[in-house]
């Protein structure tokens, strides 16, 4: 009976969350009549119009290159920042560690779009604007304070035992974080890197006033969609969905395999 | 948090946060203080409230304060109690438990922009809630569910999307802490007559507090910042802080106006992590 | 870009407005990259969703004999800023700006663009109708080359035709018809089918400066809160009342149109186009109504300019030769339907269904007895979002909030001057043309 | 009070792998302390969680005096646990940890209260009952978890090796107290540990397991003196049981000896087997010593007088009474 009760609401909020999905997948392989027909039919007459637009769009290449560097560069460049204070928030006891928790996390109560006007003229003074280093630098100032409370997380989770007995057998205490710590909190900093890497691929708004002529994947095709017709909005949605959800296939047990971020 | 290992400088953990530190002061806070200097300035270029005042005689700054608070006080309880389901479903005994964990984090890939744009498709008069509700007989014509002058329901819309698209990020983090209490206490209060439900509100809420309190000021934190989901759905008749912080730069260019808004926002979000904190206050009677 | 600090700082504080974002204005479909590549770079604030700048692409540039990368954003805030950096830096990346009217004369006041004085008088074969090239020109000197040109026209589903008012034609009706009209297929419907691009990227104000203000006050600014401004804003009151309140998230109005949610329309021609290319058998499009004060419409021209900070023109002039060619003019009106700055009988033969339909529309309307053109705001600088704000306040509080009409217009009245004090513009048709700044009245 | 009858009980973790209990049957007296005893991994607490109702059984039944169980949820089957690891409730404060059972039966207050301080005063953690279990030391919170369980009167008490985790000396006296209490209780308890030392000294009856299976049952004294195979002697006592070929007896198949049954002398006896020490390691009350017996090492104990050091030649000598016998190849006790 119980399991029956489990099964029926683990359905239940899996249909919550697929359904809409579905509806985008018919939209998407659909002509532009039957989307624009209501009622609207449940399954997809797969026509391959609009699908086919985006697939040869000519900005797509470029655009997905993009998003593909920019992530990567977040994904790095939050690990590098994060790991130290993760680390030292995992390891120590000591004055303003709670302080510095909720500190990072209230950076993100300043909206990304007030904030990105101004960096927007501090990258055109640096040289960086219109690149992928400065949306990269910006999508790493939004996911850093996240990861940050991550890698703590993976830290927590090592044993200070191993650190301990590396140092015991001559590692200095970096040598020590470098052989015996990162190898086992390999998985969980993996996943925290991910982390930013899939916040960076969302991320549209600031990476749309940072850019110009170097648009992201999601920028160049969501930015022109609400204006858009339909069905293609639909196909572009999807196209945009389809690399994101292959991606949490492939990492979805990592994201939760980290003991999330905690504050104390 | 574990003791550490043998004594360390003192300065040490201060040092390995100061990467971390200097990156968010230069990306965050610099930009930050620019957006108050614009917020106390006018768009002449004179120091005082003129913005500040701008922007609270406006016609919408009230409704946008109050449908802001409701929007969170509605949101916050409901995603807390969906992602507790969908965190204890991906930690329990279900079998298929890396398809349900597969299927509730999936929106994660989804953007603010998409989920607005999908959801109005749902809601929209022609859209597929009417289409389903009118396939199964609930409705004999299409609802206008998207009709301003029924506030709640266009809030209720809303409330679903963003419920849909932003607890992933909860579910990750209360699986992280579900997975960190020990079985044993579960067991023991399977042992000791706790039926589900009492094992739920005795044993893993009250283990899970520092996790919730961790969740729901995540969730607070963002919650400000949503206006692509309101936009779509609520159109120019709903209006948020957010909402109205976008609108000064795009429709009205007055960068001064939205950072004051974002002032506001700022203000709003930490007052609420306040009073998160002071609900939640953290005890630390669990040293092991 | 070798941009100073305090030149920066400047930028940010004056410019901070880089606009863009939001939901819907957030409509930057920028182009792909390859700055170093030496390309061309043709910025254009037009044709910026991800159709229309394909069309652009695949389509409109092809046969032009150098690489150009078109770059689609339709924040002007973004282009603002990007030329203004550029004349800073004495940098040159952008070739070609393609951007309206109002767009172009702020960079042009600015001192950022080059005469295109030369560049006109050698396109004398193109035949520009000579209301647009009044419009270029600026203190006697081409700002820009005409380019793209549109209206608002109106348009709606075959089904609401038998509802027409007894005696009413299509292609002249009065704004007291249309009100009658749309009634009756609610009474018929029992849904209110009446259609306003009222959301974040709808261009409502744009319906309320060019279209409902002259016709039924003969100005906009002079006539704000004026005695004829009252019945103007009771009839939207009452339209309002037969509308789909979904008009709130409408941006373009051709989706509703198709899907039904609408049955009668009012928007820019080039966001009805779909409706009609679509369903050209069940979907008719037809001019604007005429009010007391004649038919108000407002025309959009969109242009073509260089930078001044480009040192050689050449390339730039090259690619002007080539959108403005009668092919790719032909080639423009086809994919993209925005029409010549040209005359319409200048289009050739065999247009696509929809797109000769809004051709037909667009002529008659001109055409009609009493038409009386608006121009686009003009000398508002960074306060045309104020400007527009106060419209939309307005409608609001009237048609939304219920507020009272004498009232509110007396209170947005004061704002309205505040805007134009602040921006010391002066009146623009269809007010009567004067000096000093405008006095709302 | 009720007895536990488990008839056919087979518990496999994985399809194909081997069953961590495998067709147990067992009956657990009314009011019995009944030990589970075996190495690691012999599915004894696979065995007790079973019981508990914390593992559904693939087959075999489990039954509480005179109810079937082997459906219901731990929560029905009145019954208590104390968890190796103590689960004692972080969040709750030592009473409030003690009455939880009885607070989940939403029994009236003043009944909880009552229980709580009688369960409170047997393991006298009388003074403790406002703290939090973070300020108490392992061996109190060991106390609340007993005490939790006690309090909830339930008819059966089972025990996963609830010392183990306590340094050696809290470990005996609590043994000692435990013994008490479950006299003072007269629950039926069933014990899981590793320990033989514990389960000799705890238990009305001992079952020893090995992979999955009851090797042996009987009283502590049956199954020390009587080991029905190899395993059970050579798991059994400290040291084990000196398994000697069974041609320096005078026998076939293996000789089992233990230790404290083998008698030393510094000089030549007949009969007796020759060897020479290799090692002596005093226990305080004895000395245990290492003999090296032809191929065979010999563990013997001897009073701390014994007078051989390193090297010297001693004869060992068992009354034949003393050894059990075992089959060389199935490795049974041989009858007798």
Request: aromatic share 10%; hydrophobic share 50%.
């Amino acid at each position: 009976m119980r399991r029956v009760l489990g099964y029926g609401g683990a359905a239940l909020l899996a249909g919550w969350i697929l359904v809409p999905i579905w509806f985008v997948v018919v939209g998407a392989f659909s002509t532009a009549d039957s989307v624009y027909t209501y009622p609207l039919a449940p399954w997809p007459d797969w026509s391959l119009e609009s699908m086919r637009f985006f697939v040869t769009s000519a900005g797509v290449p470029q655009a997905l290159l993009s998003s593909v560097v920019v992530a990567l560069i977040t994904g790095v460049l939050t690990l590098l920042l994060a790991a130290p204070a993760g680390y030292a928030l995992a390891r120590f006891v000591f004055p303003g560690a709670s302080a510095y928790r909720l500190t990072v996390l209230a950076t993100r109560a300043f909206p990304v779009v007030v904030l990105s006007i101004p960096l927007a003229v501090f990258f055109l003074q640096w040289g960086i604007y219109d690149s992928v280093w400065g949306v990269a630098f910006m999508h790493t100032a939004l996911a850093l304070p996240f990861v940050v409370l991550m890698v703590a997380g993976v830290f927590a989770g090592v044993p200070v035992d191993i650190e301990e007995a590396a140092q015991i057998f001559g590692c200095s205490r970096f040598g020590a974080f470098r052989r015996a710590v990162v190898p086992n909190a390999a998985p969980g900093l993996a996943a925290a890197g991910t982390f930013a890497v899939l916040l960076s691929y969302n991320e549209v708004f600031a990476a749309s006033i940072l850019t110009l002529q170097e648009p992201t994947l999601p920028v160049f095709v969501l930015t022109g969609l609400t204006q858009a017709p339909l069905p293609f909005r639909y196909a572009g949605a999807l196209f945009l969905l389809a690399p994101a959800f292959l991606f949490i296939l492939l990492i979805r047990r990592r994201l939760v395999g980290v003991g999330g971020p905690t504050l104390r | 948090m574990s003791v550490s290992s043998p004594r360390p400088s003192a300065a040490l953990p201060y040092l390995l946060l100061l990467p971390s530190v200097a990156y968010l002061v230069i990306f965050f806070a610099s930009p930050m203080v620019q957006a108050f200097g614009l917020a106390f300035t006018s768009t002449t270029g004179e120091w005082g409230l003129t913005s500040l005042s701008a922007m609270v005689s406006d016609d919408r700054f009230w409704p946008a304060v109050w449908t802001t608070l409701i929007l969170l006080v509605v949101l916050l309880p409901i995603q807390l109690a969906l992602a507790l389901a969908m965190s204890m479903i991906i930690t329990g005994r279900l079998r298929g438990r890396g398809f349900w964990l597969y299927v509730f984090l999936l929106p994660l890939g989804v953007s603010e922009l998409g989920a607005g744009i999908l959801w109005y498709s749902i809601f929209v008069e022609q859209g597929w809630l009417n289409t389903v509700l009118q396939g199964v007989g609930l409705i004999d014509r299409p609802v206008i569910w998207l009709d301003y002058r029924e506030p709640w329901r266009v809030i209720g819309t809303i409330v679903v999307a963003e419920a849909w698209r932003s607890t992933s990020l909860l579910v990750i983090i209360l699986v992280g802490g579900l997975r960190q209490i020990p079985k044993d206490y579960l067991e023991a209060a399977d042992v000791f007559h706790a039926g589900p439900w009492q094992r739920m509100r005795h044993v893993v809420l009250p283990l899970l507090r520092p996790t919730i309190r961790t969740a729901m000021i995540v969730r607070v934190v963002l919650a400000f910042e949503v206006f692509a989901t309101v936009i779509a759905l609520g159109g120019t008749a709903t209006d948020t802080l957010a909402t109205q912080a976008n609108r000064a730069y795009t429709e009205f260019q007055d960068a001064h106006l939205a950072s004051a808004y974002g002032l506001v926002i700022l203000v709003v979000s930490l007052v609420a992590v306040g009073l998160v904190l002071a609900a939640l206050p953290a005890r630390r009677e669990r040293g092991e | 870009m070798g941009v100073s600090r305090r030149d920066a700082l400047r930028l940010g504080i004056g410019t901070a407005a880089l606009g863009l974002l939001s939901g819907c204005a957030l409509d930057t479909s920028g182009a792909p990259g390859g700055t170093g590549s030496g390309a061309l770079v043709f910025y254009s604030t037009q044709l910026s969703t991800t159709a229309e700048a394909e069309s652009v692409r695949r389509q409109i540039l092809t046969g032009f004999d150098r690489e150009v990368q078109f770059v689609a954003d339709s924040s002007v805030t973004k282009l603002l800023d990007r030329v203004r950096a550029e004349a800073q830096a004495g940098t040159s990346n952008l070739g070609l700006v393609g951007a309206l009217q109002g767009e172009l004369a702020t960079l042009h006041a600015e001192g950022l663009l080059r005469d295109m004085t030369d560049v006109v008088e050698s396109l004398d074969d193109r035949g520009f109708t000579a209301r647009y090239l009044d419009l270029a020109r600026v203190d006697g000197r081409y700002a820009f080359v005409p380019w793209i040109s549109a209206s608002y026209i109106m348009a709606a589903r075959r089904e609401a035709l038998p509802f027409l008012p007894p005696g009413a034609d299509l292609q002249n009706l009065t704004y007291d018809q249309v009100l009658e009209w749309s009634r009756a297929v609610q009474r018929a419907t029992g849904s209110p089918r009446f259609g306003l691009p009222a959301g974040e990227s709808g261009l409502l104000k744009r319906f309320l400066q060019g279209y409902a203000y002259p016709s039924f006050t003969g100005g906009v600014n002079t006539t704000f809160a004026g005695p004829d401004a009252v019945p103007m804003w009771e009839w939207l009151r009452e339209i309002w009342a037969t509308t789909n309140p979904q008009s709130v998230t409408y941006g373009f109005m051709q989706e509703p149109l198709l899907t039904g949610e609408v049955w009668i329309a009012w928007d820019h021609a080039v966001r009805l186009v779909d409706a009609l290319q679509t369903r050209p058998d069940d979907i008719v499009s037809f001019p604007a109504p005429t009010g007391p004060r004649g038919l108000g419409y407002l025309p959009v021209l969109g242009g073509l300019a260089i930078p001044a900070s480009v040192p050689d023109p050449q390339p730039s002039i090259d690619l002007i030769r080539h959108l403005t060619d009668p092919a790719r003019v032909s080639t423009t009106v086809r994919t993209v339907a925005w029409f010549p700055p040209q005359s319409l009988d200048s289009i050739p033969g065999g247009l696509p269904p929809g797109v000769g339909q809004e051709a037909q529309t667009l002529q008659r309307m001109v055409e009609t007895p009493g038409a009386l053109a608006s121009s686009l705001a003009v000398g508002l600088g960074g306060q045309s979002g104020a400007y527009d704000k106060v419209f939309t306040d307005t409608f609001r509080a009237i048609a939304l909030d219920g507020a009272d009409i004498r009232d509110t217009l007396a209170n947005q009245a004061v704002a309205l001057q505040g805007v134009l004090d602040t921006a010391g513009a002066a009146c623009w048709a269809p007010d009567p043309l004067g000096q000093g700044v405008c006095r709302v009245g | 009070m009720s007895d536990i009858r488990i008839s056919g009980l087979t518990k496999r973790y994985a399809r194909g792998a081997a069953p961590a209990v495998k067709d147990v049957s067992v009956t657990v007296e009314d009011g019995e302390f009944f030990v589970l005893l075996g190495p690691s991994g012999c599915g004894k607490t696979t065995l007790l969680r079973a019981i508990a109702g914390l593992e559904t059984p693939d087959t075999g039944t489990v039954h509480l005096g005179d109810r079937d169980v082997t459906a219901l949820p731990p929560r029905r089957r009145d019954l208590a646990m104390v968890f190796q690891g103590y689960a004692v409730f972080p969040h709750l404060t030592v009473a409030e940890n003690i009455g939880f059972g009885l607070r989940m039966r939403k029994e009236p207050r003043a009944d909880v209260d009552a229980a709580v301080r009688y369960a409170a005063g047997l393991v006298q953690l009388g003074d403790y009952l406002d703290r939090y279990p973070s300020a108490l030391s392992g061996g109190q919170r060991q106390r609340v978890a007993v005490a939790r369980a006690v309090a909830v009167r339930p008819s059966v008490l089972l025990m996963d090796e609830p010392l183990s985790n306590l340094d050696a000396l809290l470990r005996l006296s609590f043994r000692s107290e435990l013994k008490a209490l479950a006299k003072e209780l007269h629950t039926t308890i069933v014990y899981v540990t590793h320990d033989q030392v514990e389960a000799l000294s705890l238990g009305d009856r001992v079952a020893v397991m090995r992979a999955g299976e009851i090797v042996q049952c009987g009283t502590p004294m049956e199954v020390y003196d009587r080991p029905v195979d190899r395993f059970v002697g050579g798991f059994l006592g400290t040291p084990p049981m000196n398994m000697l070929p069974g041609e320096v007896f005078g026998g076939r198949g293996v000789a089992g000896i233990r230790a404290e049954n083998i008698e030393a002398s510094t000089t030549e006896r007949a009969g007796a087997l020759a060897g020479r020490v290799r090692l002596v390691e005093p226990l305080g009350s004895q000395l245990l010593v290492t003999v090296a017996a032809g191929e065979q090492d010999v563990k013997i104990l001897t009073p701390t007088d014994f007078p051989a050091g390193d090297g010297a030649d001693v004869w060992l000598s068992v009354a034949p009474e003393r050894i059990r016998w075992f089959d060389a190849d199935t490795e049974r006790a041989l009858a007798g």
